[in-house]
C-alpha cells in the first residue's frame, strides 16, 4: 500500500514541475495592444489574452454529464471603440483602442 502511495506522490510532483515548466514558458505571444496591420492602413487589435478559471457554479454542476469543479473562460483582445473606414470600396473598422474580454464565440 506505501508503494502506491509514492508513486501517487511522485506522479504529483512531476505534474506540478511539468505545469510549473509549461507557464513559465514564454511563446512569443505579446500583450494586448494597438498595432498596425500588416496589409492595410489601419490599426487593429493583436495580442493574448489569457482564460481565467472560477469555480463551476451549483446550478451548472448539477446539470453537467460529467461535472467539472473548474470552469474557464477564454477572454480575446477586442476593441474598446473603432470607426469605419472605407479602403478601396471596402468598409474596414479601424480599431482606437483595445482589452481584453469575453471571447465573441463564447457570448452566444
Known sequence: MDCVRAGEMLLLLWAMFFCGVES??????EECTLRRHPFLPVYQCMGCCFSRAFPTPYSSLRTMVQPKPITSQASCCVADTFYQVMIDNESVKNHTSCHCSTCKYHKY
Open 24 to 29: 513559465n514558458r514564454d511563446d512569443g505571444c
